[in-house]
């Protein structure tokens, strides 16, 4: 560990000035026209006055068993809470009245894993015939093969599992709890399950070491037995400034600001219930579920109503006039949807 520490520590006069460089104007312009180039095929196009959202997230629960050094779990407020078995099928009947679609249980901040009721609710959900794809992102810690069998019969479509760069050491620095074994454990005893190849299965690497981790025999292990699908970053939001390059490890770095003129894609995309039953415009960022893009609580109305009655497009026309919400002011995560 000693090792790691004075290596790390060498590295931040060096990852101040690449910051830096990363906030300047030129650069934000620079990042701003790769990342349309790369996403120009695969960016959603939006009708500039949807009625809906286009997929739903539910967040099952706002506990976690990880503590990410990059994560906004880290700061949330609200009180924790396992949303209610009777909350999540009246918000999937809602969803499936107004035509239904996708669904993506991964918590603003949390494992849904944690939540023991997680295969009902599943098996609920895909009791819909709207129902389509149904996907979580998991820390893996609690991804037994025995738990993703129940969740591969009970109906989940996606899975991506979220691990630092593919080594131990790396792991607790990055994820810091002691559980790299128990996942690397997981994934050999899933890769071999009769039922592996009914979900569609990612692994999302968050490293501190650049590229690295490309390297590492564990990933070649991994690709070996099926994990073909995988990618890596080591450039991350900021949780709406909450976050600074100084307190992130290695060369995990945050992205830069970029141009907001166009409306967020998350306010066409991501209208989310929160355990508790508050209702947010952004399942990624609104980490408290009190900020400006709060909707009201899904148990005094319907789950379209804030698209119905013009608060989503006010959130929206904010972008458009540059009078951003105060949370998507310094946030990272945003990207533009292109509207029609
Ligand atoms: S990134 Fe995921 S696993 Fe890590 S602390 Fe946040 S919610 Fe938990
Ligand atoms: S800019 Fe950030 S906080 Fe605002 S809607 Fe987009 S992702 Fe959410």
Redesign the pocket.
């Known amino acids: 560990m000693k090792t790691v520490s004075v290596t790390i520590s060498s590295i931040q006069p060096l990852k101040r000035i690449l910051q830096g460089v990363l906030e300047s104007k030129i650069c934000a312009w620079l990042f701003d026209e790769v990342w349309n180039l790369r996403h120009r095929r695969h960016l959603p196009v939006f009708s500039s006055r949807p009625l809906r959202s286009r997929e739903l997230t539910i967040e099952v629960t706002n506990i976690c068993n990880a503590n990410c050094v990059f994560c906004g779990y880290q700061f949330q407020a609200r009180p924790k809470g396992i949303m209610p078995i009777e909350r999540f099928r009246a918000i999937v009947d809602n969803y499936a009245l107004i035509g239904g679609g996708m669904i993506e249980l991964t918590p603003v901040v949390g494992e849904a894993l944690v939540d023991p009721s997680l295969e009902e609710k599943v098996r609920y959900a895909r009791t819909r015939p709207e129902i389509g794809r149904i996907s979580f992102v998991t820390n893996g810690i609690l991804l037994t093969r025995k738990r993703f069998e129940a969740l591969a019969e009970a109906g989940v479509t996606h899975l991506t599992l979220s691990i630092s760069g593919l080594d131990r050491e790396e792991y607790e620095r990055v994820y810091r709890v002691d559980r790299y074994d128990i996942i690397l454990r997981n994934l050999e005893d899933i890769a071999a399950s009769a039922v592996f190849a009914k979900v569609q299965f990612a692994l999302g690497i968050r490293s501190d070491t650049l590229r690295a981790w490309r390297r590492s025999p564990a990933l070649a292990r991994l690709r070996a037995i099926g994990y073909t699908n995988y990618g890596g970053t080591s450039f991350l939001d900021n949780w709406?400034g909450r976050i600074q390059t100084a307190r992130l490890p290695g060369f995990m770095m945050i992205r830069p600001q970029r141009t907001k003129r166009l409306p967020?894609w998350?306010?066409y995309n991501s209208t989310t219930i929160l355990h508790d039953g508050r209702m947010t415009?952004?399942g990624?960022?609104?980490l408290d579920g009190t900020s400006e893009?709060a909707l009201g609580h899904i148990d005094q109305q319907p789950l379209q109503a804030p698209w119905i009655d013009g608060r989503m497009e006010a959130l929206r026309q904010r972008f458009r006039d540059g009078n951003l919400?105060d949370?998507?002011r310094d946030?990272r995560?945003?990207a533009p949807a292109r509207e029609v």
Do not use: I, T
Request: charged letters at 10%; proline letters at 6%; hydrophobic letters at 30%.
């Open positions: 709406s967020c998350m306010l415009a952004c990624c960022r609104d893009l919400p949370v998507c946030c995560h945003y």
